[in-house]
């Protein structure tokens, strides 16, 4: 199947803005907001993360505290913000770890074929056939729990999609007139790849990192929360929820907080995404 | 053969190799972990006497394909080693806990397929309400965690309104009733974010279906909407909805794991993760694989379905 890639004008549509849609401003806005949260976190922090105060012990909410106490009389709003910024940390690195090596496989196998695709994406097809969140949890039996074991694990599953999608949006750039035409003139394979398909085909790769950014907060909550990711004293938002389970009826606000942080963020990153689609991915705005 | 009857075989065929790959992979985790693995498995029991003598059961001691072939070979024979600590058979713990986790995942699909088919038609069918409330549900089930809305169903269920036991589990046979209400909640969780994924591609499968000249054709012919939606629209739009449901009952496998551990459910997946906290390897070998089989046997499943619900697929692997 062809589909055409409409021309995209590079230059004069910048003016206007990438973002066309509402949702993806507000999803802009609201990410700048929490990545300013996570990176000045001790400058925004109310409270020492890990100040003890015995009589605050699983204390509710109140104007000083506002999301309440843990059971070590800890304040759960400046916990959360320092939590925030382990697990963000994680999913952007995770996702760029991804992106950095998935996009120049699938570019190469998109835009060579033949043996190279076979070579690369047979083990990339693999990965994918099985379940995403054993396959971390496996590589983390090997090497062994840690926030940054969780890093490598989300990128080795992120990895295969994110290539996946560079192979297909390659596939159809490879094929059109003026790649052919830059082929015909002799110019060399590799600066084919880096001036005209690279630019052209990376922008689904880049929506989909941005939605997939947001899901590796998820996973990052998971596996902490199985005692798999981050390891105390290092707190991740999955740590946390872990920590509150068993006070979670006297004191449900440990365990709201954060799995709230978790929601807000991926929805900011799902909206940016989907926002930038209608620039980036063209063909994919109707899905 | 038959075109259907090729595209069946090729397909199981194609399974061949990503069994053999990911039980290399499987094979090759215990010889991963960083350092010596039996060091790490006995901890503080490791006497170099204790050590050489798991060594020898694990066949550490010979060359590594040699390794491979016996316990690949055991494979084939249900034999997935011993547990070091329990010194139970690997197959026991696995044949003992898969039923849970089959049944977690099965139900919790159903459940999604059962909510989230008939609401993405329905959203196609007739814009109004229903498009909006499942606009909103597909929103909630992208931004909600599996194991926190599970945290939450907790709270509210067993703690609050206390109608619901917050963890623990009852065998199906042994009382139904029971079993179901200790699965009840769990299956909520696991089954949201699915349940609003299924009713996305349902939307997205029936607004095309329904968009397309032959509809139109129906409905000049004057056949009731109803009918046109559920016996014409439906069944076209069925593959991609079968297509999503097999890729999905992965996440559903993987989202096993976390929700076994909350709800301290006796499955394969809470048992892949006591047994890293124990550095118990084979039996993280041993559940790790078969999770990964269940997965590939759901795809290989779905894919000779997706072909016969729809030809075309069948002409384009034939050719």
């Known amino acids: 199947m062809s589909v055409a890639i409409p021309n995209v004008p590079a230059r004069t549509s910048r003016r206007r803005g990438i973002l066309t849609s509402r949702k993806g401003r507000v999803g802009f806005a609201i990410l700048l907001a929490l990545i300013a949260i996570a990176a000045f976190a001790p400058l925004i922090a109310p409270h020492d993360p890990n100040a003890i105060d015995a009589a605050r012990i699983l204390a509710p909410p109140d104007l000083a505290h506002p999301f309440g106490s843990d059971a070590l009389g800890r304040d759960v709003l400046s916990r959360v913000i320092y939590a925030y910024r382990v697990s963000l940390g994680v999913a952007v690195g995770s996702t760029l770890l991804a992106f950095l090596f998935g996009v120049p496989l699938g570019l190469y196998a998109g835009y060579h074929g033949g043996w190279v695709d076979t070579l690369i994406m047979r083990p990339i097809d693999m990965v994918l056939a099985l379940p995403a969140l054993l396959l971390a949890v496996a590589l983390i039996a090997i090497i062994g729990p840690g926030s940054d074991v969780a890093l490598l694990a989300i990128a080795v599953i992120y990895l295969p999609i994110l290539a996946r999608v560079v192979r297909s949006s390659t596939l159809v750039v490879a094929s059109q007139t003026y790649v052919e035409a830059a082929r015909a003139r002799g110019t060399p394979s590799r600066r084919i790849i880096t001036r005209h398909v690279l630019p052209n085909a990376i922008g689904p790769a880049i929506v989909q990192a941005t939605i997939l950014m947001g899901f590796a907060l998820q996973i990052e909550a998971a596996l902490s929360f199985l005692g798999l990711g981050a390891q105390p004293p290092t707190s991740s938002l999955g740590v946390m929820l872990a920590d509150g389970r068993d006070f979670l009826t006297q004191a449900p606000w440990i365990e709201i907080f954060p799995g709230v942080a978790i929601a807000i963020t991926v929805l900011a990153f799902n909206f940016f995404g989907d926002g930038l689609r209608t620039r980036l991915d063209p063909r994919g705005v109707a899905r | ?319």
Not at chain 2, 254 to 267: D, H, K, M, R
Not at chain 2, 273 to 288: A, E, L, P
Request: hydrophobic letters at 55%.
């Open chain 2, 1 to 319: 053969m038959s075109p259907r009857g090729r595209f069946i075989v090729r397909r199981l065929l194609l399974a061949i190799p990503v069994i053999v790959v990911m039980s290399v992979f499987v094979f090759l985790m215990i010889h991963l972990v960083p350092g010596d693995p039996v060091q790490t498995m006995l901890g503080f029991r490791a006497t170099p006497h204790n050590v050489a003598t798991v060594r020898e059961q694990l066949g550490l001691d010979r060359p590594l394909l040699a390794q491979y072939l016996t316990w690949a070979g055991g494979l084939l024979h249900g034999d997935f080693g011993q547990d070091f600590i329990s010194h139970a058979p690997v197959s026991t713990l696995l044949a003992q806990r898969l039923p849970v986790t089959i049944e977690l995942t099965l139900l919790s699909m159903t459940l999604a397929v059962l909510v989230g088919v008939p609401l993405g038609v329905r959203a196609a069918a007739r814009p109004g309400a229903v498009r909006h409330l499942s606009e909103g549900l597909v929103i909630a089930g992208i931004a909600i965690a599996d194991f926190w809305l599970g945290i939450m169903l907790v709270l509210l269920f067993a703690g609050i309104w206390q109608v619901l036991p917050p963890s623990g589990y009852v065998p199906l046979l042994k009382d139904p009733i029971q079993n179901l209400r200790y699965l009840a909640l769990p299956v909520v969780s696991l089954a949201f974010g699915e349940t609003a994924y299924i009713l996305r591609t349902t939307r997205g499968a029936m607004d095309e279906v329904l968009g397309t000249p032959y509809i139109s054709f129906l409905r000049a012919k004057g056949i009731r909407e109803r009918r046109i939606v559920y016996r014409h629209a439906l069944r076209n739009a069925a593959a991609p909805i079968v297509t999503v449901v097999g890729i999905q009952f992965g996440v559903l496998l993987g989202g096993a794991i976390v929700i076994e551990s909350l709800f301290a459910l006796p499955g394969v997946g809470r048992l892949i993760v006591t047994s890293i906290q124990q550095r118990n390897y084979v039996v993280v070998q041993g559940g790790v694989l078969v999770v990964a089989a269940l997965f590939i046997l759901v795809t290989l499943l779905t894919d000779v379905l997706v072909g016969w619900l729809d030809p075309r697929i069948e002409e384009g692997a034939a050719a």
